[in-house]
């Protein structure tokens, strides 16, 4: 079973070019590091307690990329916010999306292209190998948000940072995307999550899109 960091970023690039995709391009790092924080949360590793992100659980999750996150947030001198920690984890020392590009490339989904520009090597694209994953992925989500079918609760909060991340829209064709995004808001509101995940997931996802919009924006002032 893929993680969740995984599999966002799995729909995150192009399958054929195996580069990020436009509408993820600025959110995708953040989406990246609050997947890795709701993955903790839904392996009850950490929650929100008053608007602060807290360890509840500090072994070992035998997954390398988890395990640093819960380093650096044991290490903090004290508690923060989740959009802090959003912010820090995308930080080179982390390197989310190269780490789970070399995982789902040992896992056969995706491979490397060693790109060449003029006889120079380009950092190396990362296009589709094996596409069932992310199928599979694709109709889960499109079954949950048009159809109503129950799911479990890694489909419902991997639909929320999809949302967050901005890529509804590489999920749903141009005429369900209104009735998606209604659905979607249902969705996250609705009792499908027990509540101390449900906290911490939102509070991710609401730190990832204020992330994005202030890099956004402080990018269109330069």
């Not at 993955?39 to 509840?56: G, H, N, P, S």
């Amino acid at each position: 079973m893929l993680t969740l960091p995984e599999q966002l970023l799995l729909l995150a690039l192009h399958d054929q070019k195996g580069t990020i995709l436009s509408s993820a391009s600025i959110s995708i790092e953040y989406g990246l590091a609050g997947a890795v924080l709701t993955e903790l949360a839904l392996r009850q590793r950490a929650e929100i307690r008053d608007k602060k992100l807290v360890l509840i659980d500090t072994s070992s999750t035998g997954d390398e990329v988890l395990d640093e996150a819960i380093t650096q947030i044991k290490s903090s001198a004290k508690l923060r916010k989740a959009d802090y920690w959003v912010n820090k984890l995308t930080g080179k020392k982390m390197k989310i999306k190269q780490a789970m590009l070399e995982r789902l490339v040992k896992k056969g989904i995706l491979k490397i292209d060693e790109h060449r520009i003029l006889w120079l090597f380009d950092s190396p694209h990362y296009p589709t190998r094996d596409f069932s994953e992310e199928k599979a992925i694709r109709e889960q989500l499109r079954r949950l948000v048009l159809r109503g079918d129950e799911a479990d609760t890694r489909t419902v909060v991997l639909m929320g940072l999809v949302n967050a991340c901005g890529l509804t829209g590489e999920i749903f064709t141009k005429p369900e995307r209104k009735e998606a995004k209604k659905r979607i808001k249902e969705i996250m509101q609705n009792d499908q999550i027990a509540k101390a995940v449900a906290e911490t997931v939102a509070g991710v996802q609401a730190s990832v899109v204020a992330v994005v919009f202030a890099g956004s924006a402080a990018g269109g002032a330069n």
